[in-house]
């Protein structure tokens, strides 16, 4: 049974006061250091890290089709040389073959004028023969020649099309680009009273800074203005003066150096 206790066995005596040692630690303190993170650096190199992979995998690719292309073009076109050159041989074996036999008829006709028009006749057919083979072998040859021209014209198509997938990349990691851009087409014009400049969204903050520091036009960037423009791809603008307007977008300037190369393939 539990002893119970009674009021008057309680002694009450005065509370004693201890005097504890001042901590000066702060709670921080105790806590691991943990550096910053700056997210938007690591989102940038995150985009840097996937633009240069998917401009590798995209030469890669191209690499291996064109390679393709290539061994599937020659194949094809020894294919055709081969063909004619048959074709010829054939033809040449049949001329001798029947001149063979007209001078085996004319001999057994014993006549000299059979003879002699047999070998007029077996002339006549080996000269049709050569004329046939010789033209066979340069059509084939001409067809061999619009093969590899085509190979060629597909080869070009697609440099471009690697050319534009890996320029898009590097406008993505290198937002400047648009800077140099437009700063070089204003200092081309410099005689402009206006200036309209537009951009992607994307590239509207980048440039906004520049005009903000004065930096995009030596001329100064009081009478240059600066919109958005959802229609105009990143990397690319379109700038309007009271001189003109230039279209520097990306895809007019690929579609320019596009038609450039293909009349060079073409001529």
């Given amino acids: 049974m539990s002893k119970i206790i009674k009021p008057h066995e309680i002694i009450l005596e005065e509370p004693i006061y201890l005097e504890l040692p001042e901590i000066d630690i702060k709670v921080e303190e105790l806590l691991p250091e943990i550096e910053p993170v700056d997210a938007e650096a690591e989102a940038k190199a995150e985009v840097e890290v996937y633009a240069r992979d998917e401009a590798e995998r995209i030469v890669k690719e191209t690499e291996e089709m064109v390679v393709e292309i290539l061994e599937k073009a020659g194949i094809e076109a020894r294919n055709v040389i081969g063909e004619a050159e048959e074709e010829a041989r054939e033809i040449r074996l049949a001329a001798e073959k029947d001149a063979a036999l007209l001078r085996k008829q004319a001999e057994e006709e014993g006549y000299k004028s059979g003879w002699n028009r047999a070998m007029e006749e077996a002339?006549?057919?080996?000269?049709?023969?050569?004329?046939?083979?010789?033209?066979?072998?340069?059509?084939?040859?001409?067809?061999?020649?619009?093969?590899l021209g085509s190979c060629e014209r597909i080869?070009?198509?697609?440099?471009?099309?690697?050319?534009?997938?890996?320029?898009?990349?590097?406008?993505?990691?290198?937002?400047?680009?648009?800077?140099?851009?437009?700063?070089?087409?204003?200092?081309?014009?410099?005689?402009?009273?206006?200036?309209?400049?537009?951009v992607n969204p994307e590239d509207y903050v980048n440039l906004a800074a520049e005009i903000a520091k004065k930096k995009l036009s030596s001329t100064g960037n009081d009478n240059i203005q600066l919109a958005a423009d959802n229609s105009i791809s990143r990397g690319g603008c379109v700038v309007e003066t009271d001189l003109g307007v230039v279209d520097a977008r990306l895809e007019t300037r690929i579609a320019s150096l596009r038609e450039a190369l293909m009349d060079v393939v073409e001529s």
Wanted: glycine share 0%.
């Fill in 123 to 147: 002339q006549q057919r080996l000269e049709q023969a050569r004329q046939q083979s010789e033209e066979l072998i340069e059509q084939a040859r001409k067809e061999r020649l619009s093969i």
């Fill in 155 to 198: 080869i070009v198509r697609m440099a471009l099309d690697i050319a534009e997938k890996i320029v898009e990349q590097e406008l993505i990691t290198n937002p400047d680009i648009i800077t140099e851009l437009v700063h070089n087409i204003i200092d081309s014009m410099n005689t402009a009273e206006t200036y309209k400049v537009l």
